[in-house]
């Protein structure tokens, strides 16, 4: 799950990050009084999408040559007009797609004077099994980009979780940096603070693009990304009442409701599997047979009648997908209930799209005998290589 850059910053200062003052503004009268508040003399209006990039990105009909999302201003009354401006609009950066994002709320922040610009994330590295920091003296630019041209500008390590942060850590991020004297002991404080921030909230990524060493010699977190693991969001509801549903895909909220792991993707064929190993190869073979897949769709073990019913209507409610494939290999899952509930779902939305199903494992042929018996337009398939086969031939045949 991903959150604000107004509430990362809320949520690290709690734990003593250093952050530049702000409020956040979902109007213009907000945006005004919250430059009043902070008393300037310089302003940062800054848009709140779930998407980096926002400085250099471009809004939706101001044209080429108008300024993006991040804009550094010097009285109320521009932080009023530049508010105006942005507030409601799309915005497209490299990271929204072409579609952009719509600007719903902003942050008004105090201006700060740029002396260093940095680049400093932890990650959880699935190969050593640790929180991984990567720092860079090449901040403000994006991290792939440097990664890329100056790969010798970035410096990894880890951090052992059975001993937490070491003095050595706050030294060795200090050196990358190239930072020496009290500039070098807030580094080694804030990453203390981080990384507590990082285990105590369950984070999956936290990004600080840039860092910056100001004018009069501090270290301040200038810009924050974070992610949660959504597998221990249980423990934060804190953190859950963070979250915000216009920045995330509806037909994912949908999915959320039910229990279901659902991801939306680029392609034109909906699939509905049971299990994630078995979603994955189902996502594979159809990549084989030459299509892409709408949808990465595991209604799990358990699945119930209403689950499927409700996956199935995720599924058709996406206007990419012009062919359904349903897979399912019935262990715990019965496949007559999983029949049951694609039979309800589509006599309920109809079926205007063609459907390959699969059934194997317990109660297959129940499951056959419900969707033949449906009267529904059903292409029966053996195994999976011959189901991914059909459904793609049925599509582009169709096309
Ligand atoms: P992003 O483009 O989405 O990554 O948004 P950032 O919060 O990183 O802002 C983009 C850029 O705006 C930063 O890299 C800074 O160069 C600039 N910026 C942001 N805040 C300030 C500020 O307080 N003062 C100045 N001078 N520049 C700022
Ligand atoms: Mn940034």
């Known amino acids: 799950m991903n959150i604000h850059e107004h ?20 109007t213009v009268d907000e945006a005004a009084e919250a430059a009043t508040k902070l008393g300037g003399p310089v302003f940062v209006v800054k848009s709140q999408i779930h998407a980096g990039g926002r400085g250099k990105g471009k809004f939706e009909g101001l044209g080429p040559d108008a300024k993006g999302g991040v804009r550094v201003v010097k009285s109320v009354e521009d932080v009023k007009t530049n508010a105006a401006e942005m507030l409601g609009r799309v915005l497209v950066t490299h990271q929204t797609g072409p579609k952009g994002k719509q600007v719903n709320r902003l942050y008004i922040e105090e201006g700060a004077a740029i002396a260093k610009e940095f680049y400093l994330s932890l990650l959880v590295d699935r190969e050593t099994s640790r929180v991984s920091v990567v720092a860079s003296t090449e901040g403000g630019m994006d991290i792939e980009d440097v990664a890329h041209s100056t790969p010798e500008k970035i410096h990894t390590f880890s951090i052992d979780p059975v001993t937490g942060v070491w003095p050595e850590h706050g030294r060795r991020l200090a050196k990358s940096l190239g930072l020496t004297g009290g500039l070098a002991k807030e580094a080694s404080t804030l990453l203390g603070q981080l990384y507590t921030a990082f285990m105590a909230k369950d984070m999956a990524m936290l990004e600080i693009n840039p860092l910056i060493v100001t004018a ?7 810009d924050a990304k974070v992610s949660f693991d959504s597998n221990a969001l249980f423990r934060h509801p804190e953190i859950v009442a963070l979250r915000d549903e216009s920045e995330e895909d509806p037909k994912e ?23 994630a190993g078995l979603a994955m190869a189902t996502m594979d073979i159809i990549k084989l047979y030459g299509a892409e897949p709408a949808n990465f769709l595991d209604v799990g073990g358990g699945a119930t009648r209403e689950k499927v019913t409700a996956a199935f209507k995720i599924i058709m409610a996406d206007p990419n997908v012009k062919g359904i494939l349903v897979n399912i290999f019935g262990g715990i899952a019965r496949c007559d209930i999983l029949a049951q509930g694609v039979v309800e779902a589509v006599k309920e939305t109809g079926l205007a799209v063609p459907l390959v199903v699969r059934l194997e494992g317990t109660n297959a042929q129940q499951g056959k005998d419900i969707i033949n018996n449906s009267g529904l337009n059903v292409i029966a398939a053996n195994d999976l290589s011959d189901g991914a086969e059909k459904i793609v031939k049925a599509v582009r045949g169709a096309a």
Request: with cysteine; aromatic share 10%; glycine share 10%.
């Open 7 to 26: 509430q990362a910053k809320a949520v690290l200062s709690e734990f003593g990050v250093a952050v530049p003052r702000g409020y956040a503004a979902y």
């Open 216 to 222: 009069d010699d501090h270290l301040r977190v200038l």
């Open 253 to 275: 909220i949908e999915a959320s409701k039910y229990d279901l792991s659902y991801i939306a993707l680029d392609g034109e064929i909906g699939c509905m599997v049971n299990g």
